[in-house]
């Protein structure tokens, strides 16, 4: 994910102030910060919804939350890709062999 | 053809080559599952070990109904329930733990604030700290190894594998909204790790200023 895909789009800004203020109030950072979890890697899709991207204008707090945890993600995978758990080739073809006798 | 219909080819028709790509590919996988099952390297070298005999004498029972590596998770899953006599007892141990909520204290609790931030997250980690990066993933590596068994489980085949919730359920037992609290706590703990960590290297700088 990019690092704009986080962050309220451009788009967003056309809408009346009163909306974003009423968009924004409906919505604290607890409420954030558990809806962010259920989308974060199985729907990042709606990570951009109007009603996050809504409070993410007005709660920079927030985008730093939603960045955070999408920063361990990417760490995650960096980690998990450094690490060696190859099967060592001999014990590769002793298990196919003793497979294909069977 | 999925990895299972190549796997199950190569037993039948004694290809050695086909065979040893597919378990080239999934091992990774499944030593990484199984390091979250069972306590040492060395033992989650031998259940996989053992989950390989079972992959490559079930495989004709292989029917397709789940994607072929979560099968083999799944089967990864059993081979290390041996290992894991006292797992309920650390598993009750562990869900006891899981009362409060571990953001509590960093939102307001009452007034007009309510729910929002008393103390907000100050920095993203990256790309601010890339010059410090293998630090952090050095500190994300040594949170990941403290957490209870059952949320690094989760947190693997989640966060790592990016399976979906109907797939860890399947593997593990474990309902979706119990991942998800799971998850949220795992995901929490990481966080504040690496978020300690930038406060205590601020900490460092400001006092060399
Ligand atoms: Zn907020």
Redesign the interface.
């Known amino acids: 994910m990019t690092d704009s895909s986080s962050l309220p789009s451009e788009k967003q800004k056309t809408r009346s102030e009163e909306q974003q203020t009423e968009a924004a109030e409906d919505m ?4 954030f ?2 809806i962010v ?2 989308l ?3 729907e990042p899709e709606g990570l951009r919804s109007p009603r996050l991207l809504a409070h993410m204008r007005d ?4 985008v ?2 939603l ?3 999408e ?10 890709a ?2 060696d ?3 060592p ?1 001999e ?3 002793a ?6 006798k ?1 | 053809m999925d990895a299972g219909e190549r796997l199950h080819k190569a ?1 039948q028709e ?1 290809d ?1 080559f086909q ?2 790509e597919v ?2 590919q999934l ?3 499944m ?2 599952f199984a390091r979250t099952l069972v306590p040492t390297k060395e033992s989650a070298e031998d259940v996989v ?1 053992e989950s ?2 079972t992959v ?2 079930k495989v004709p029972d292989y029917e397709g109904r789940s994607e072929f590596s979560t099968w083999v998770l799944g089967i990864v899953r059993n081979k290390s329930r041996t290992f894991l006599q006292k797992e309920q007892r650390l598993r009750e141990n562990e869900e006891s733990q899981m009362e409060s909520d571990p ?1 509590e204290t960093r ?1 307001h609790e009452s007034g007009p604030k ?4 008393a103390e ?7 790309p601010e700290y890339e010059t410090e ?1 293998a630090e ?2 050095s500190q ?2 040594s949170a ?1 190894a403290t957490l209870p068994a059952v949320q690094r489980q989760v ?2 085949l ?3 594998e ?1 399976l ?2 109907g797939e860890v359920e399947y593997i593990l037992g474990i309902s979706t909204d119990y991942q ?1 609290k799971l ?2 706590r795992a ?1 929490e703990k ?2 504040s790790t ?2 300690n960590y930038i406060m205590s290297q601020r900490t460092k700088a400001a006092s060399f200023d």
């Open positions: 604290d950072c607890q409420e910060v558990q979890h259920d974060l890697r199985t709660c920079p707090p927030c730093v939350y960045q955070q945890l920063d361990i993600q990417r760490l995650l995978q960096e980690l998990s450094a690490e758990n190859a099967i080739p014990r590769a073809q298990l196919i062999s003793d497979a294909l069977g | 037993v004694g050695p065979a040893e378990i080239n091992h990774p996988r030593i990484r070990q390989w005999i490559l004498k953001l939102f309510t729910g929002h931030w907000p997250p100050l920095n993203r980690f990256l990066r952090l993933m994300l590596e990941m947190t693997i989640r966060d790592v990016g979906k919730p998800r998850l949220y995901r990481l966080r690496l978020e």
